[in-house]
């Protein structure tokens, strides 16, 4: 779908907006249907070796096959990160790992080695090449040496401006991923190995323990000794610890000028997080996205995208370096400290129009009295007070209490299958 | 490793390296027995004991050449759109300076000097990332004569690196290693939070700014903010000098000293040290042995506050 931009709203220019794809993490199967069925165009997903996320659960080939099946059924890619920087003992294997890439079906690798790359060239022919933010790419002169190399996209390094992002858009003709949500590395990406000097876990091969968001003190010496004697500490005892750790990423708010940009994709970060969060972040994106496109000049921020995105928060947010520099409110000095927080209750199975009744299929314990909200891709949003529930065989629960239990329970509005119920989380 | 042996010594005889971040320096280093200086300018380069203009380094060519040892210039900024325009510009001024080499990480310079036809020796540099022969090759394929291999390798590792690279491969010896950099300016932001200013403490006054991580309370990492953004290094000193001659049978083409935060005093005596033991290696390899007053000389001007270590040498990483 395109759509022609009036002249006020290009500001003199005249052009043809293209709809970016939406790109989602998913760190599994179930996931990775979520993902897609809430409004994903493309999915990222690891396999078993050479992503950055070592703790996810990572895919199969069998069960890459089955993604791709999925995904294709539902006009979707699947792309999968490949992206560490490797050792030599990584090198052997590669080969064979990234040709059963290649006849899983996947459409694009996302990479930063150039070891990979030269290897997924022979070894993978029908795969695309992605190049990772881990390659730090910030100027267009870099991003023409990699479409040269045969790449396909560039992912931006996550300290481009939106002014920086349009000079590479206007100089080279490839297709730009940049992140819009989700947590963000404090440093240039890849250019970190504080795992590695604290815990001996090799950060660029996906053991990143995430040392950026400890506690330091910060000092400075007399002379040219650190020693204790010689030093003063920058801070009072009642002054929060220093820290790198920076707020998460989230362009909600500003999904028109990204879509101006001319970005081809747009990418959300966690395959580490749960279904909940990839359903609801990409559920409002899409909707975002949509209603631009549907319709530029009458486009609104909605509140409920915001709340949306509220709900599944884990930090407090920012808008990184697209506007401006971040300073020192882009830093996460004090405790971290959730506004709220929920669970992923239950999954809407099937609905009967004529009773009212949903079948509801159990991922978190609830009870009757509780107050839930039901969500969906298609527009399903309300909240209600949880009344009688019952089983399969119309026996009276005192509560839902095991997981994938299929309960019965009257809804307010009407639910689809597929539509998600969840609640805020007790406080502990 | 026989026809290791078998090889004529002179030819596997390395570089010795340092960084120097003035005329000066220069001059001291060289007396002091290094065979090549790194230098640079600080709006290309990420960080460095000081930053040398165009016509400085021009200098410092003259200097080195008059006595037949190298000058290279580091380039190793993470660049972005607004620095490309000065960049070829720049290059040309390193050609005609008659530099031995320019060591860069960003693919633009190699667009630059491709686009623009400057004849510059290319050393690779990705700092952290250059962790296999693979990639090396593959950047040497793109025009670089030599690799900087990353701090973060162990012996086995170095040694199979040069064992498959077809080209020059560097190994930093001792010093300080960068080991986080962010375009964030992290302290100012600290001291902002905390209603302050940044004063400017930085290591011209001889102050080292650091870090302590809560739990490792020995441990002191230095922090280096400057106009390209925040550096945290690494809380120890590498020292290969006892293993040195491990390194030379393995015929690692170049050595380099990180003289950043030192003295010129200590970075001196560390020259020193290395000299001395690649020559006794060099001109007798099997009788020789590392020599405890090369160690002395060092240790005597240790920081206390700072270990001086192995780093990765013999270490094994998870993921």
Not at chain 1, 55 to 73: H, L, P, T
């Amino acid at each position: 779908m395109t759509i022609t931009m009036s002249r006020e709203e290009m500001l003199g220019l005249r052009r043809k907006l293209a709809t970016p794809e939406l790109l989602a993490p998913a760190g599994n199967l179930e996931k990775l249907k979520f993902a897609i069925r809430y409004g994903a165009d493309a999915v990222y997903i690891g396999g078993q070796q050479y992503g950055l996320r070592s703790n996810a659960d990572n895919f199969s080939f069998d069960q890459m096959r089955e993604g791709v099946a999925y995904a294709r059924q539902h006009g979707a890619k699947v792309f999968v990160a490949t992206n560490i920087y490797a050792h030599h003992e990584d090198l052997p294997g590669l080969r064979d790992y990234l040709s059963e890439l290649d006849r899983v079906g996947i459409d694009a690798i996302i990479v930063a080695d150039p070891a990979i790359i030269e290897t997924a060239k022979l070894a993978a022919p029908n795969v695309e090449l992605h190049l990772s933010t881990q390659q730090s790419t910030l100027n267009w002169q870099a991003v023409r040496f990699w479409k040269e190399e045969g790449v396909s996209r560039v992912v931006l390094a996550r300290e481009v401006s939106m002014q920086e992002i349009h000079e590479i858009k206007e100089h080279v003709d490839i297709e730009i991923e940049v992140f819009i949500h989700g947590a963000m590395c404090s440093s240039y990406s890849g250019r970190c190995v504080l795992s590695n000097h604290f815990t001996d876990r090799d950060s660029n091969r996906g053991g990143c323990c995430q040392s950026c968001r400890w506690k330091y003190d910060l000092f400075v010496s007399e002379e040219e000794a650190m020693t204790e004697s010689h030093s003063a500490q920058l801070f009072t005892e009642q002054d929060n610890s220093f820290t790198m750790g920076s707020k998460d990423l989230c362009m909600i708010e500003h999904v028109p000028a990204m879509i101006r940009s001319g970005v081809d994709s747009f990418k959300i970060e966690g395959r580490m997080k749960s279904i909940h969060y990839v359903a609801t972040v990409v559920n409002a994106y899409r909707q975002a996205i949509d209603s631009y496109m549907k319709d530029p000049f009458s486009y609104v921020l909605k509140q409920q995208w915001l709340e949306e995105i509220g709900k599944a928060a884990n930090r407090p947010l920012n808008t990184g370096f697209f506007f401006e520099e971040p300073d020192h409110e882009d830093h996460i000095y004090i405790p971290e400290e959730k506004p709220q927080d929920y669970d992923f209750a239950g999954l809407v199975m099937e609905f009967d129009e004529t009773t009212g009744i949903a079948v509801i299929e159990q991922r978190n314990h609830f009870r009757p009295g509780q107050e839930v909200e039901f969500f969906g891709p298609e527009g399903t949003h309300f909240k209600q007070v949880v009344g009688p529930i019952t089983d399969e065989e119309d026996q009276p629960l005192d509560a839902a209490r095991h997981p994938l239990q299929r309960i019965r329970m009257h809804v307010d509005q009407p639910v689809k299958r597929f539509d998600m119920m969840r609640m805020r989380k007790r406080m502990s | 490793m026989s026809q290791l042996h078998n090889r004529s010594s002179e030819s596997h005889k390395p570089e010795l390296i340092i960084n120097a971040g003035s005329i000066d320096e220069v001059r001291r280093y060289l007396a002091a027995g290094v065979d090549a200086v790194t230098v640079g300018d600080l709006t290309y380069a990420e960080r460095l004991p000081g930053s040398m203009s165009a016509s400085d380094i021009a200098q410092a060519v003259q200097i080195a050449h008059a006595d037949g040892r190298s000058v290279y210039v580091v380039v190793n900024k993470i660049i972005d759109n607004r620095l490309l325009d000065g960049l070829p510009g720049y290059l040309r001024s390193l050609e005609q300076a008659g530099v031995d080499a320019v060591i860069f990480g960003d693919p633009s310079v190699l667009m630059a000097v491709k686009d623009h036809q400057i004849d510059l020796k290319l050393h690779w540099s990705a700092e952290m990332t250059t962790t296999n022969y693979m990639t090396a090759n593959y950047w040497a394929s793109k025009g670089a004569s030599r690799t900087l291999l990353a701090r973060e390798l162990n012996l086995e590792e170095i040694a199979a690196f040069k064992r498959h690279a077809d080209h020059e491969v560097q190994v930093q010896v001792h010093g300080i290693t960068n080991i986080y950099h962010s375009k964030r300016k992290l302290v100012k932001h600290y001291l902002n939070h905390q209603g302050r200013e940044l004063e400017p403490i930085h290591q011209e006054d001889g102050k080292i700014l650091y870090l302590i991580e809560v739990e490792r309370p020995e441990e002191r990492y230095p922090i280096i903010e400057n106009e390209n953004g925040t550096h945290i290094m690494s809380s120890e000193d590498y020292c290969y000098l006892e293993c040195l001659d491990e390194l030379m049978e393995h015929a690692i083409d170049s050595f380099y000293i990180e003289g950043l935060l030192k003295s010129v005093e200590y970075n001196e005596t560390v020259i020193r040290s290395y000299r001395q033991a690649i020559d006794a290696y060099v001109s007798d390899p099997a009788s020789y042995e590392c020599q405890d007053e090369w160690l002395d000389a060092i240790h005597e001007l240790q920081d206390p506050g700072r270990e001086l270590t192995f780093g990765f040498l013999f270490k094994e990483q998870v993921y």
